[in-house]
């Protein structure tokens, strides 16, 4: 069973910076899609960043510019660079890798951005 752990999370000023990173537990074969997304009380989960393996790296509006997703295949890990961050980027962030035949899902990694 690969599990994905992922660390970095914590509380921070506006306009400070936070890099969430993912690892995976063994390497993963034929890996088509890595993403981050979060979670706010009481909003649907909703896609940070991915990578589409062969094909585009895509960011929100909310988010282009402020994060960069990025990935480290020989350490099977996915990280996320988030800089100026805002009171609104508050959530749980998820780390997800998607193979040919399942999606794998992080525990969630709680961001606070303070006023």
């Known amino acids: 069973q690969v599990q994905l752990v992922e660390s970095g999370g914590g509380l921070v000023q506006t306009g400070g910076s936070l890099r969430l990173s993912c690892t995976a537990s063994r390497s993963l074969l034929s890996i088509r899609v890595l993403a981050w997304y979060r979670q706010a009380p009481g909003k649907q989960r909703e896609l940070v960043a991915n990578i589409i393996i062969g094909g585009s790296i895509n960011y929100p509006d909310s988010v282009k510019g402020r994060f960069t997703i990025s990935r480290d295949g020989a350490e099977n890990a996915l990280y996320l660079q988030m800089n100026s961050l805002k009171p609104e980027d508050t959530a749980v962030y998820y780390c997800?890798?998607?193979?040919?035949?399942?999606?794998?899902w992080g525990q969630g990694a709680q961001v606070t951005v303070s006023s």
């Open positions: 997800m890798i998607a193979t040919i035949s399942r999606t794998y």
